[in-house]
């Protein structure tokens, strides 16, 4: 999904989002003219991100939680 679509299903700024991306928060794919692509669970994480954010969760803890996810995640999906 492109940017626009993704702050029409959020509710976020594209300038949220670049900030959540430049904080390390989330990884889009990028698509051959470096665009970005994002994908269902893309969305999940950035509304996520917003919700703790918005109580007040600390940068450095949301992406420490989503590293432990993701780590989880990867585990499961190579076995």
Do not use: C, H, W
């Not at 626009?4 to 900030?19: F, H, P």
């Not at 665009?35 to 940068?59: C, H, N, P, Q, W």
């Amino acid at each position: 999904m492109t940017m626009k679509t993704v702050t029409e299903m959020t509710g976020l700024s594209e300038r949220q989002i670049r900030y959540y991306e430049a904080q390390n928060l989330i990884f889009p794919a990028r698509n051959s003219s470096l665009i970005r692509r994002y994908s269902f669970s893309d969305i999940e994480e950035l509304m996520d991100i917003a919700e703790k954010i918005e109580e007040g969760v600390l940068t450095r803890e949301i992406r420490e939680d989503l590293g432990k996810k993701r780590k989880t995640t990867n585990r499961i999906n190579t076995r």
